[in-house]
């Protein structure tokens, strides 16, 4: 089974001006026959020029990266490709607010290992305003944070950690076959069918937050899905203003974003070269000058963030997660395990050794889509 299908182009455009929608699902395969047998060949994720490689799998590229410019500012792009990675979103210790123990583990302020190590963690960023912003809504394992606002651009995560990205309140957003697990909102669409919303004007600053000292130029990072379905990451700790953010990522390829969080605190960037399955592991990749190391996500952050997994080597096999009922109010804890025909998971072991520049951990998943992924980061 693989992974990828881009819905036909004149299906993910909203009527109305509400933006674009777009999701990734299943991709076809190649198909030969003979009389007495069948085989099935799936295209490996490829490098592409332009871009380095982050990490990869038997599937092909996962993550890769590269410097986006826009007038005198460099901006961190980072790419999780829809065919090999999985994507997960994490409530904060303090922001989005939560009562004690309403917000499983899975989902909490630290990367959850027992369950996301097991498929291995190949990239970790920051997620969006807080709730006193008023930036858009939170929804997480059934547990609502704050209420879903219509007209927002919202980033939509399933079981299977599939991603969608459209405005809220539009009758084909998420596709009726998409039962996400996750909602994060952040203001009104950035990028609308690949190009810069009107409203992304640098006289409008105070429509997109609230920057330190009122002074619009300042470090941001934003969001978006490209014309493959895939996720692009773009961050800068340079000052820039709404329209330069937009501008990268029009350049990194996003046909439809939205702005997520900003100020010089926020911005963090992390991707390992190999999947990380314990703390402890190096995020090689990193947005220069952060203020802090993508390693905060181990143990435990103030703010919402996402984190990129590895999907199995075979394309028999997919990680995946419950899901959502409807008909339960209290919150339903996600944790992953393997789906395909012979597909099982065990109990990861990991051995690590961390140093300022190595890091070498092991897991073994058994099953018809075994994987086995060791190496330095």
Excluded at 220 to 241: E, I, K, Q, W, Y
Aim: proline share 7%.
């Amino acid at each position: 089974m693989t992974r990828v299908a881009l819905l036909p182009a004149a299906a993910l455009l909203l009527a109305a001006g509400l933006g674009s929608i777009f999701a990734f699902d299943n991709a076809a395969t190649t198909t030969t026959s003979t009389t007495s047998t069948t085989t099935t060949t799936v295209p490996r994720e490829r490098a592409q020029p332009g871009w380095a490689v982050a990490s990869s799998s038997a599937r092909g590229v996962m993550v890769d990266y590269k410097n986006e410019i826009v007038g005198p500012a460099a901006f961190r792009v980072l790419r999780l490709r829809a065919r090999t990675t999985l994507l997960r979103w994490h409530v904060g210790l303090i922001d989005p607010p939560a009562r004690s123990g309403e917000v499983p583990a899975d989902a909490g302020p630290a990367i959850f290992w027992p369950s996301e190590g097991l498929a291995g963690v190949v990239a970790v960023f920051n997620g969006a305003f807080k709730k006193t912003a008023s930036g858009g809504g939170a929804v997480v394992d059934g547990v609502v944070l704050e209420p879903l606002v219509v007209g927002d651009m919202t980033i939509a995560i399933n079981a299977r950690g599939h991603w969608s990205m459209g405005v809220w309140g539009s009758s084909t957003f998420p596709a009726k076959d998409f039962h996400a697990i996750a909602y994060r909102q952040n203001l009104r669409p950035l990028v609308q069918n690949s190009k810069l919303s009107a409203s992304a004007n640098p006289a409008n600053w105070a429509q997109w937050g609230s920057p330190l000292n009122h002074n619009p130029l300042t470090p941001r990072t934003g969001l978006g899905v490209d014309a493959n379905g895939n996720l692009v990451f773009v961050a800068t700790m340079s000052h820039v203003d709404i329209a330069q953010l937009g501008e990268a990522l029009v350049g990194a390829g996003a046909v439809t974003a939205m702005e997520l969080d900003m100020n010089p605190y926020w911005p963090i960037l992390g991707a390992s070269r190999t999947a990380l399955h314990a703390p402890g592991g190096v995020f090689a990749v990193q947005l220069p000058l952060s203020q802090h190391s993508p390693s905060i996500f181990e143990t435990g952050w103030l703010r919402d963030f996402f984190v990129a997994l590895a999907e199995p080597n075979s394309w028999s096999c997919d990680w995946t997660s419950p899901g959502v009922r409807s008909s339960i109010t209290a919150a339903q804890p996600q944790r992953l395990h393997l789906t395909g025909p012979g597909c099982h998971s065990t109990t990861a072991t990991t051995t690590t050794t961390s140093a300022a520049t190595t890091s070498t951990s092991s897991t073994t998943t058994t099953g018809s889509g075994a994987t086995t992924t060791t190496g330095a980061g």
